[in-house]
């Protein structure tokens, strides 16, 4: 099945250092979304995105759609330990309910 | 107001036996999903309802079947489970209005582990 391609697949930081992250695919997407997943639990969404070239913050997360429609971008910034987990990319085209899934960027925080 | 629920959280089964996953949402939402979560390949759709009385295969539904009861219930039916089936079972739901700008973001439930041996 089709799924995005999200890297990095995993990365270890340092406390107060910048993540950046990105998903891209080979087809257009109208709506970004980004979850984190704790372990042991269901993906919780951090932001969505529906327009190309919009930028949103939650927080110290930062998400941007690209403007290709291809591609979407995650930034965290300052970095603490409960950052820990895994964070997927999730994407939807025009004229369906389906969503595709990244395979995920899991993220390890050293404090 | 619980959001999305799952039963059961574990699960143990034999090859061959059959079980039904619950999946209900409070929020009023149109769409539900089931997904299926293994190591290193992310979120799978199995099946999904855009709404009351629909379901629409997704990438990976061999196996299984389910079930939209009614606007808050959706529940993902192994009739002979394999070992292949073993993984964590996810719903979801969403609003995914059809006009002015959708709101369909997912909203999971905490997950169905189940383990086929």
């Known amino acids: 099945g089709q799924q995005l391609n999200q890297s990095p697949q995993s990365m270890f930081i340092q406390e107060g250092e910048d993540v950046s992250m990105n998903c891209t695919s080979s087809s257009i997407f109208n709506t970004w979304l980004w979850y984190k997943q704790d372990p042991g639990e269901g993906p919780v969404l951090l932001i969505a995105?529906?327009?190309?070239?919009e930028l949103t913050s939650n927080g110290r997360l930062t998400a941007q759609f690209g403007i290709t429609r291809k591609d979407s971008f995650l930034n965290i910034s300052a970095s603490i330990p409960s950052d820990v987990g895994i964070y997927f990319c999730?994407?939807?085209?025009?004229?369906?309910?389906?969503?595709?899934f990244g395979t995920g960027t899991r993220l390890k925080v050293l404090a | 107001n619980a959001g999305v629920t799952q039963t059961p959280k574990f699960q143990v089964l034999k090859t061959g036996q059959s079980m039904t996953l619950q999946c209900a949402q409070d929020m009023n939402h149109n769409s539900m999903y089931w997904y299926r979560q293994d190591p290193g390949m992310g979120l799978r759709l199995i099946y999904y309802s855009a709404s009351e009385g629909t379901t629409d295969k997704g990438e990976v539904p061999n196996g299984y079947n389910v079930s939209r009861l009614n606007k808050r219930e959706f529940s993902l039916r192994l009739e002979s489970a394999a070992p292949s089936q073993t993984s964590v079972y996810f719903c979801?739901?969403?609003?995914?209005?059809?006009?002015?700008?959708?709101?369909?973001?997912?909203?999971f439930g905490p997950g169905t582990r189940l383990t086929v041996l």
């Open positions: 999730a994407g939807r085209t025009s004229g369906t309910y389906k969503y595709i």
């Open positions: 995105l529906y327009k190309a070239g």
């Open positions: 979801a739901s969403s609003e995914a209005r059809t006009s002015g700008r959708a709101s369909d973001e997912q909203f």
